[in-house]
């Protein structure tokens, strides 16, 4: 049976979706700070993040994404990537919700309350427009727990997800971005994260993370990366000479290509 399109770019699209998920946390973030500072939400950053069915944002993208990754074949999926594309999902739907209520906050709000104003000596009417009011109050008032139940789903969502990259540690491509953009992953996971990481990933030693990326380098052609993380894992591992003689003979090689 022939490997599926998506399987055999499988390691990119498993990179992309970790940057994308990452950049849709730090979006979040500015959202929850926003809200916290003024109580409120404008419908604007909203709709960008989320989008519509015609014009898709970046978090409406970033769950199709992980749907096309992993539904496509539940036999071949593992535990942690099922549970993080719930939880993504979840949160997408989540956010949807909210896009939508604050929608009504802006939209309706203003035109009740002008409304009261103008028919305040109209019992009937006052009493009318009291009553959908009073319904818009009520959605302004649970937006904090809509906030809040999406702040927990993207902690479970970096639960999940840090479990899944360990189970990818031949991913080269994510490794590099992991490595390359410390301070972001370290932001995500907590200080020290990606050190550990890289050692639940290669317990023989974090070295051979840098070997592997050096190695899909070169397969690449990019031999300027294959040297500087061949460098890099002779400094992390240092004490084994033979590993240190092995490491040599390679950037020998590789200055010969350049």
């Known amino acids: ?137 009520r959605v302004s008032r649970s937006l904090r727990e809509e906030i809040e139940s999406i702040d927990e789903l993207f902690t479970k969502g970096l639960l999940h997800l840090r479990s899944l990259i360990v189970f990818c540690k031949n991913n080269a491509l994510l490794l590099r971005f992991l490595i390359e953009n410390k301070k972001t992953t370290e932001t995500m996971f907590g200080q020290g994260s990606l050190q550990q990481i890289l050692q639940e990933m290669f317990p023989a030693g974090v070295h051979e993370a840098y070997i592997l990326i050096s190695e899909s380098s070169m397969q690449n052609g990019w031999y300027d990366q294959a040297q500087k993380y061949l460098q890099i894992a002779m400094e992390t591992g240092a004490a084994d000479k033979g590993l240190q003689e092995h490491l040599m003979a390679k950037l020998g090689l590789l200055s010969e290509k350049e």
């Open 1 to 137: 049976m022939k490997t599926s399109w998506i399987e055999q770019r499988k390691d990119i699209f498993v990179s992309n979706l970790v940057q994308d998920f990452f950049a849709a946390k730090k979006y979040f973030d500015e959202l929850l700070k926003h809200y916290k500072k003024n109580g409120s939400l404008p419908y604007s950053m909203l709709a960008v993040w989320v989008g519509s069915d015609t014009d898709k944002g970046p978090l409406w993208q970033l769950k199709e994404q992980s749907h096309r990754l992993y539904r496509n074949d539940r036999s071949k999926i593992i535990l942690y990537e099922n549970l993080f594309d719930w939880v993504l999902g979840s949160i997408f739907h989540e956010s949807m919700k909210l896009k939508e209520d604050i929608y009504q906050i802006e939209s309706y709000k203003p035109l009740l309350e002008m409304g009261l104003s103008d028919n305040a000596e109209n019992r009937e009417i006052a009493k009318i427009i009291q009553e959908y009011y009073t319904l818009i109050d």
